[in-house]
């Protein structure tokens, strides 16, 4: 029996090396492949030193060759660790098409971080712009209900040969949500590292076309996810949402900290908060502020950064999230146009980001002594 040199690279091409979007032959993990009739040598080069990714790869590419090529091949893997070739990884953009990459995040969870970012996503359609959502949020994914597409499944496309997600489309809004992989009673009982495939798999096998902007819904707080994002993709710029208690503001300074800090180094483009005053319909020109007056905007200036506006309490931005319409859509309302207000103040920002700061960096995790640390 004599092996095909291109049988195995075909077959290589299978396999995914963990934490990267690409196969091990698309991504120049597979240095070469020699047959010696029904031996096999595979040189692959890996840019991580971690042993477990290592041993996966050499089980996954004997594996591979014995069901897809031939169960009586022999194999041997030489692995070799390099570091890569630029030690920041990434500059600019991950994903040919999508021009900015904006984090919509929150410090503390329950302070409508999902509900703006929907509302900035459909104020940015209507502003002509091209916008993907991606719902990062894993263990708690709201974008399929506030877009009425709960039921929705995204479909297979064929782009250049290759098999990819084609997102859900709502209201001109392009997006991918692991909530369309789950039923709406499934809890998502996931460790770190298989919410990291899952959000790869979202952001680099899906056909997001040309965007103008890409709008991450973040989880609460500052975790694995975060670093998991920042770690695939290159992000333009965050956005932190709070609500005005001192408890909602201590949490957002934490998340402003983070993006800011020397080792992750992604520009905050400003601070929104929301829930900021309850005026009643029969007291038209009375501002109640039920938790706090002014707080975001204080804490704003106190850290540098810009206040995007305020969002006040009002029924139909709950009523147009559980129906799964966003209240920014209705015509001619008072949330209509504070959504305009804050998604101009946002766009402003981006553009002086663009103009005035070197492209984001994507960040390079590795591990030591037990404990995260983060490098760039």
């Known amino acids: 029996m004599k092996l095909d040199r291109k049988d195995i ?11 990267e979007g690409k196969n091990m032959v698309e991504s120049g993990a597979v240095a070469n492949v020699v047959t010696f009739g029904d031996e096999v040598v595979v040189d692959l080069v890996l840019h991580t030193p971690a042993m477990h990714i290592k041993k996966r790869a050499e089980d996954d590419i004997r594996k591979t060759i014995l069901e897809l090529v031939s169960p009586e091949a022999k194999i041997k893997v030489n692995v070799k660790v390099e570091a890569a070739e630029n030690p920041n990884q990434i500059k600019g953009k991950a994903i040919p098409g999508i021009k900015n990459i904006i984090a919509v995040a929150s410090g503390k969870g329950g302070v409508g971080k999902s509900t703006v970012t929907a509302n ?54 392009k997006m991918l949500s692991i909530g369309f992989f789950t039923s709406p009673s499934q809890a998502v009982i996931w460790r770190g590292p298989m919410a990291s495939k899952a959000l790869n798999q979202m952001i680099f096998d899906a056909d997001w076309g040309e965007l103008d902007f890409m709008l991450i819904d973040l989880p609460p707080g500052t975790g694995d996810i975060h670093l998991s994002i920042m770690q695939s993709l290159p992000v333009t710029g965050a956005v932190v949402v709070s609500t005005p208690q001192a408890v909602a503001l201590a949490d957002a300074k934490k998340g402003v900290s983070m993006f800011l800090s020397d080792a992750i180094n992604v520009p905050v483009l400003g601070i929104i908060e929301n829930m900021a005053y309850f005026t009643p319909e029969e007291l038209p020109n009375n501002k109640y502020y039920i938790f706090g007056k002014e707080g975001a905007r204080d804490l704003a200036q106190d850290l540098g950064v810009s206040f995007l506006g305020e969002v006040p309490i009002v029924q139909s931005i709950r009523e147009a999230g559980d129906y799964g319409r966003p209240a920014a859509l209705q015509t001619g309302s008072v949330i209509e146009s504070v959504f305009e207000e804050i998604t101009r103040n946002v766009v402003s920002e981006v553009v002086k980001r663009n103009e005035n700061l070197a492209p984001t960096e994507a960040i390079k995790i590795t591990t030591m002594a037990g404990c995260s640390a983060v490098k760039k």
Do not use: R, W
């Not at 690279?9 to 934490?19: Q, V």
């Open 120 to 173: 900035l996503a459909v104020t940015l359609a209507k502003m002509g712009f091209s916008v993907g959502v991606l719902d990062a949020d894993i263990y708690g994914p709201s974008m399929p209900i506030m877009f009425d597409v709960e039921n929705e499944k995204p479909i297979s496309v064929e782009v250049n040969g290759k098999s990819k997600m084609k997102p859900v489309e709502s209201y001109e809004v």
């Open 9 to 19: 690279l075909k077959a290589l091409e299978t396999i995914t090396i963990a934490g």
